[in-house]
């Protein structure tokens, strides 16, 4: 496994499954709590799989989380920044919890929580990415590519999810290419130099053959 350097930082979005809890408050009011992610559950991304480190999320900045909904953002349903949601981290993940806001959007997704037609969450989120590295591992499992979330900079939000389909792995596409580059190049400088030995070999076998010849020759002049 390694890391590797990576330029940008660019915002990544991840679903787990679990369900989306809706809980009535004392003044009348609904809060909405469910798992944004899981620590050390493999999913399979398609042509790799995935699993966030236990230890991703120790330096993240969680200050300005937003919950939205299908991460829409201006279909809001509660902010950290603001004190109308909250989120945390415990031995299985990421929570996070939103008061609904009294309005239309609030109103749907209750009816839909309690419908159990989102029953889903996601979660936006982006890799800390240094002169040194990204905070991401890459290995082969079972013939497969498999990466590690090891270091997350920022939450940015989390949304109870209808269509919880595969998200887009471009990013991770590209964290890959960056660390199977070198590997790829260290191999290809491994075949050239195995067959310049090659035809080295060839060429000294080929002197020491003309050399014997020529020694033949000369014996009978």
């Known amino acids: 496994m390694e890391h590797r350097k990576q330029a940008t930082n660019e915002i990544e979005r991840r679903y787990t499954t679990g369900g989306v809890e809706l809980r009535a408050k ?17 999913y399979d991304m398609g042509w790799f799989t995935e699993e966030i480190h236990r230890d991703a999320l120790k330096n993240t ?5 937003r919950i939205l909904q299908d ?12 004190g109308t949601a909250r989120i945390g981290i ?21 009816a839909s929580i309690e419908r159990r037609d989102v ?5 936006g989120f982006m890799l800390r990415r240094t002169d040194k590295g990204v ?10 590519q498999h990466r590690t979330i090891t270091d997350v900079a920022l939450w940015m939000d989390a949304s109870p999810v209808t269509f919880p389909a595969n998200p887009d792995t471009s990013v991770a596409k590209r964290s890959f290419d960056a660390y199977s580059q070198p590997i790829q190049e260290e191999a ?11 035809i ?10 003309l050399e014997r010849q020529l020694d033949y020759l000369n014996s009978k002049i």
Do not use: C
């Open 26 to 42: 004392d003044n009348g009011g609904y809060t909405i709590r469910g798992y944004a992610f899981k620590f050390g559950v493999s």
């Open 61 to 65: 900045d969680m200050d300005d989380v």
């Open 71 to 82: 991460h829409v953002s201006f279909l809001i349903l509660g902010r950290t920044k603001s």
């Open 90 to 110: 415990d031995e299985v993940g990421g929570w996070y919890e939103a008061d609904l806001p009294d309005s239309p959007n609030g109103q749907n997704m209750r």
């Open 119 to 123: 029953d889903q969450s996601s979660w």
């Open 135 to 144: 905070g991401d591992k890459w290995e082969t499992r079972n013939g497969k």
């Open 188 to 198: 290809e400088q491994t075949e050239q130099r195995d067959t310049n030995e090659q």
């Open 200 to 209: 080295n070999t060839e060429l000294q076998v080929s002197i020491a053959l």
